[in-house]
């Protein structure tokens, strides 16, 4: 994966001379201040925001549990619009939409704000309290954040579950959440399709009680079913909603959101941000990744149903008081330079998207980004997976014309907003490398006994603002996945990574059983749920290969019961059976039916070895194996099966 040296830095002097958005010598000094006293450094970045009450204390830290801003009171919702009342942000634009078929719609900030809220004063209507929790299952559309930040306005918490989930993921997360009230659209326009979402909200709807509302949003005019009496046109709702509602005064220790994420297990997380910290996050390190120029016309091509799409769609950039653009659709839709045409008509200075995009455009190839005007943008970003060297200077060259900077931007779910990266023209690239930890945030990488080591585990040292407070409803589960592999001294990541002779960090993918498709999270033992859940299969063990656009992709290994036969649709049938539990993001690549899985005596699936077959390695050792004849039965069943 690597570059050679030489060439890493003929590329890095190139980007010495971009213009910082932030002065250098800001820059260093607060890297200087966070190394000082880091949470001096912090109290002074919570400024970034606006709070109605001051806090009392910095923090207060009783490992794994953290309380930043303790004391202060906020609300998100006002930070990000009613504090943008008082300035000319007032006038400027804060959403410009464009739909599949161009279509396009803005919002100033005052347009924003009159919508948020009217819609706050709506689902006050339906009862909506303090705490309670709303679900959004909404494709890439302006009511997706005036939803969100309407929730945050009355102090609701949202939990936003992807478009591409399946009927049963979205039930799942709504059970777990105990949504109130769920805002759904009555479909989504994808390739030129639509894809009927209030008819799969019907479906997850059958099961999942705690919900007694549930708004529509008009998008594609396809007129679902509406439900008498549970179902609400959101239009309908607007037109009788009051003007104004008064954002509520939240604690900064109060939840702001869920949002379901996988793990180890079969059962997706619900981590827990909460409001000030994480709004500090957010906004602070939008403004030093990003910049600030209020020319920006700024564009992340995350999902809001990802946190990507909270904190570099929603918090950050609004808070931030920036212009940005948001786009529902495909990026081959009409044809493979969309994105490319989207950036030319609305003149997008920032770009930030993920390497398995970039990959799929260098597959289309570049004379799709060459025929547009890119000459608008000033700063890349990347996301969500590592960025692969040819992945980076393509990326570099033929979208950044070799005069923009990429921002490869390292951090989770879990912590809120971006923990690795480079400041635009500050830190020297490489590319591959999201270079180093932002200031205040202290981060080593690792060996199993906790000793620092140039290659192992990325592990966080101490808390920052916009952690995880938790796993909604599962305390023990927060401690074991990420505080006991080192007793509550580090927070663990569950990423490889390593560091160079310049203290570069490059980061290797996941060490544990979650896999990363697409820049997609997924568990390894939630999709073998899936496949066990149908009827014929005995056992599943699921693994990830490593795949040229998908970064990885999933390939599952599956027994069958007794007496079922290798019927030629199974696998087909299998594949649909994970699309319909899941969603479509999880479909396996490869299904390989074999008479038995590699197991230890007790039981436990060594799907190490799995790996080893897959990639065509030398297998490792399988002296632990209840039967290690196993091994060679399925290499075996592997190679027929690949021929
Ligand atoms: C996992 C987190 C953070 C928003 C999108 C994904 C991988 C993320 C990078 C990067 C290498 C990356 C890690 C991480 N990851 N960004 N720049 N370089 N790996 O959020 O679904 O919570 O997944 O994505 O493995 O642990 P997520």
Redesign the pocket.
Known sequence: MRMKRSSLFAASALLQNVTASVGAEEIASLFEEASLDRQKFWAKQAECIEWFHPWQETLRWKAPYAEWFVEGKLNASYNCLDRHMKSETRYKTALIWEGERGENRSFTYEELFLEVNKFSNVLKNLGVKKGDRIAIYLPMIPEAVVAMLSSARIGAVHTVIFGGFSAEALKDRIVDAEAKILITADGAYRKGKVIPLKSTTDQALLDAPSIESVIVIENVSNKPLMKEGRDYWYADLMKEAKEYAAPEIMDAEDMLFILY?SGTTGKPKGIVHTTGGYLVGATMTTKLVFGSDPKDIYWCTADVG???GHSYVVYGPLSNGMTQLIYEGAADFPERNRFWKLIEKHKVTILYTAPTAIRTFMKWGEEWPSSCDLSSLRLLG??????NPEAWLWYYNHIGQAKCPIA???????TGSIMVAPIASYTPLKPGS?TFPLPGIEMAIIDDSGKEASSGYLVIKSPWPSMLRGIYNDPLRYKETYWKKWDGEYYF???GATKDDEGYFW?M??VDDVI?VS???LGTMEIESALVDYPLVAEAAVIAIAHPIKGQAVVAFVTLKDKALKEPFLEDALKEHVVVKIGSIARPEKIIFTADLPKTRSGKIMRRLLRDIAEGRVVGDVTTLADPQVMREIQLQYKEEND
């Open positions: 994420t990802w946190i990507t990347s996301v969500g997976e590592p960025i490869d931007t390292w951090w989770q779910t879990e999201a990541t569950g990423d980061l993918g996941r990363n820049g997609h999270r």
